[in-house]
């Protein structure tokens, strides 16, 4: 076991790193730096994807600035990238920005607030997460309507709640960190809308909006295979074919849910690959911890569609699986969703980043391994799968997830989220990385936030002159 460094060696380590980037030069966003168009990296990012869905990403990018920025994390990565660094690296949420906050439920079924999506998780310097929230909330800010002042306002205090709560951290025992809990969100306006949203999405709410009741002839079984076949099945419990509970619902049972049709967001899928998507839970269910495999187990799989989600993920495969428990008033909806390698994962030599020993090449376990590393709690059925030769995460679809709508953040509003977004993205990195580190970096002043808030509102004005070259390359 390698020899830790105490606490003030390491916020000493912090203080050091000045040296290697000045707080004042976070402050840096030069455009002619690039020697890579925008355009060029967006186009590289969508080889691999499916070809018919990339043009509605690319509409969806085009938008808004704020619907760009949320589909060019390869554009930020790069960029990022040709600045100096820190060295001070941290496991990054990696898509840091205000629509990744959301509401879900917790093992417990308590409704947590956290940060949210980590598809682009990946080692890199802390700052780089810092730096894409506080552009995210000039972007949504100015979307609403809010001018640059009270924007600049709004990021600072992000920046300023961020550096006093890592502060906090880096003096508490490292089990209290681990267990911190921000017990103010209930009051905070956006957040208390968030959850009450949340309340209301349960898995029946689900039922109703993605599915309907679908009427067969008696031992009838829908062209192309309607059923999930009894292969499939044994992907959630080997002994339920012996008890009978493995058989499909068919058309003996006279009725069943399955997916509305809602193209090109959602198609079904049925016959051969509806079966090779439910068959592939059973590589899942072993990433599971045993008890969360046996409740797995109580569940046959009823019907599978293919889902189209978010702006940055659009394109990439991702199916959801509808299965029942004890009858139809007991749905359980899962996600696997097609991940690949991480925005950032061709910079690592720009902050001497290297695959750390023991880190996953499977790039769903990636996105599972950062989010457990920085959410307080975490999906009880977050694991990872394989099909086809793609790598997937798995989680639960929709299980009382809510995220802010950007409408509702007003100036007042999106004032009281920043400090929210502070105080989770801190806590989010102390988990993960060294908050006594990061803290000597910040210090007590307010010149890394000054700094940050510079960067923040230049690279505001440059995605926004991005989006303008995209929306203009459209129209070719």
């Known amino acids: 076991m390698m020899e830790r460094l105490e606490a003030r060696e390491r916020f000493a380590l912090g203080q050091q790193r000045r040296k290697q980037m000045r707080r004042l030069e976070h402050r840096r966003w030069n455009a002619s730096a690039r020697r890579e168009n925008p355009l060029t990296l967006l186009e590289a990012s969508t080889r691999g994807r499916v070809p018919a869905l990339v043009g509605l990403k690319r509409k969806m990018m085009a938008a808004s600035p704020f619907g760009y920025f949320r589909g060019a994390v390869p554009v930020m990565a790069y960029d990022l990238s040709l600045n100096g660094n820190t060295g001070i690296c941290n496991q990054l949420c990696g898509d840091a920005h205000v629509r990744n906050l959301g509401a879900f439920a917790g093992p417990d079924g308590r409704i947590e607030f956290d940060l949210n999506d980590f598809d682009e998780t990946i080692v890199a310097p802390f700052e780089w997460d810092v730096k894409r929230m506080a552009t995210s909330l000039i972007l949504a800010g100015r979307s609403g309507g809010t001018k640059d002042a009270p924007c600049r306002e709004v990021v600072s205090v992000f920046l300023s709640r961020y550096r006093t ?26 957040v208390a809308g968030i959850l009450r949203m949340a309340e209301r999405a349960t898995p029946m709410h689900t039922l109703e909006s993605l599915t309907q009741v679908k009427k067969q002839g008696a031992g009838k079984r829908g062209k192309g295979g309607e059923g999930v076949r009894t292969s499939a099945q044994q992907a959630t419990s080997k002994g339920n074919s012996k008890s009978g509970k493995g058989k499909t619902a068919t058309a003996a049972e006279g009725a069943r849910h399955v997916f509305r049709q809602q193209p090109p967001m959602l198609t079904r899928v049925t016959g051969p690959m509806a079966d090779r998507v439910v068959n592939s839970l059973a590589v899942y269910a072993e990433t599971l911890q045993p008890e969360r495999q046996h409740l797995l187990a109580q569940y046959r799989p009823v019907d599978v569609a293919f889902k189209v989600v978010g702006t940055g993920s659009v394109g990439l495969r991702d199916y959801v699986v509808y299965l029942e428990g004890n009858g139809p008033r007991d749905p359980l909806f899962l996600q696997i969703k097609e991940e690949t390698a991480s925005a950032y994962a061709p910079y690592r030599a720009s902050f001497g980043g290297e695959m750390r020993r023991g880190a996953s090449r499977h790039n769903g376990r990636r996105v599972v391994d950062g989010e457990r590393a920085m959410q307080l709690q975490s999906d009880p059925f977050l694991g990872w799968t394989t099909l086809e030769g793609r790598d997937y995460l798995v989680r639960q679809l929709n299980d009382h997830k809510a995220s802010v709508r950007l409408a509702d953040l007003k100036a007042a509003e999106l004032m009281e989220y920043a400090a929210v977004c502070g105080e989770l ?25 000054d700094a940050i808030g510079g960067f923040a509102e230049a690279y505001a004005d ?3 002159k991005d989006w303008k070259q995209l929306v203009r390359s459209l129209k070719k």
């Open 165 to 190: 709560i890592m502060a906090k951290l880096a003096r508490m025992p490292v089990l209290d960190v681990a267990r911190y809990k921000v017990h103010r969100l209930g009051t905070v306006s956006p």
């Open 425 to 449: 993205l801190a806590r989010g990195h102390a988990r993960a990385g060294d908050p006594v580190m990061v803290a000597g970096y910040l210090g007590t002043s307010a010149r890394f936030d």
């Open 462 to 464: 440059q995605t926004e």
